[in-house]
């Protein structure tokens, strides 16, 4: 055997029995390279400087940030990877991982797939934060009588171009707070019906305004005639259930809480006289 054999029998055995331990051995493997992100507005207007861009990872983590310098365009957005090397910190994205922006913390409908150390583009827009509207209010009973409890519901719809995440509508009687509920997720163009929100109808009879609230000018108001028998109007009916229960008071197995109007525990002309002034009263939106 020649010495030139010799020497590529040594370096096929270094191949063969040496580089496979190198490979193992070298467990600090450099960080992948991040995921550039850029991309023009969607419709003219929607980016301005100083608008911040970013973008989220399906773990939840926050990969990548971005600050609008020109308005109409943003980008590199350098969204990082998860370094293999700390598998118990979750750095950002791995190959394949669908990404979630969001501009000025409005969730965007489009989404991008990372990939390590490439550039790509990802048109956004910021849908006008007028397009969710309260389309109407409706209610599980529409003729209740007082000390009722009813539920309210609020059709919300978003007219806009943009994804609306997570908002609450709340709900006033007479402009008092009664609740509120949460509505997650509404995509261009849809419709959500609210959970429901209870109200016990302490208080007055006669119309009552129920009013559902977006933020503070996104309103939308549903009056509802409450009455002491369901009938939806106020006539002499209602009026002589309390006529009947005249001098009754609290304890004396006669009162009833329904026909004292002002709470005070008796049932007299101040109770009656409530009633009475409401006589036919109209209620419409
Ligand atoms: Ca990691
Ligand atoms: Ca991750
Ligand atoms: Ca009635
Ligand atoms: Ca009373």
């Known amino acids: 055997m020649g010495t030139a054999r010799k020497l590529h029998f040594i370096i096929l055995f270094f191949f063969i029995f040496f580089l496979p331990t190198l490979s193992l051995e070298a467990a600090n493997l450099p960080p992948p390279l991040p995921c550039d992100f850029f991309g023009f507005e969607e419709r003219t207007g929607d980016f301005h400087a100083g608008d911040i861009i970013t973008a989220q990872d399906p773990d939840g983590i926050i990969c990548g940030r971005y600050t609008v310098e020109t308005a109409g365009r943003y980008g590199f957005l350098t969204c990082m990877g998860d370094d293999p090397n700390t598998t118990e910190v979750d750095e950002g994205a791995i190959d394949e991982d669908p990404i979630t922006f969001y501009v000025n913390g409005v969730k965007q409908q489009r989404q991008a ?168 009263v109209e209620c419409s939106d």
């Open 113 to 280: 797939i990372w990939k390590s150390g490439e550039a790509i583009q990802l048109d956004l827009g910021i849908p006008a934060t007028t397009d969710l509207g309260i389309t109407s209010i409706s209610f599980s009973n529409s003729t209740p009588r007082r000390l009722d409890t009813i539920e309210m519901f609020a059709d919300v719809t978003n007219s806009g171009g943009g994804f609306v995440d997570t908002f609450t509508v709340n709900w006033r009687v007479d402009e008092v707070d009664i609740g509120s509920t949460q509505v997650s997720e509404l995509g261009p163009g849809e419709t959500a019906t609210t959970e429901p929100v209870s109200w016990e109808i302490t208080g007055e009879i006669g119309c009552r305004q129920v009013e559902a609230r977006i933020g503070e000018d996104n309103t939308r108001s549903k009056n509802i005639l409450v009455d002491l028998n369901g009938t939806g109007r106020i006539d002499i009916v209602d009026i002589m259930l309390v006529v009947v229960k005249w001098n009754t008071h609290e304890g004396d197995g006669k009162y009833v809480p329904l026909y004292d109007m002002d709470n005070d525990g008796d049932i007299d002309i101040v109770d009656i006289m409530k009633v009475a002034r409401l006589w036919h």
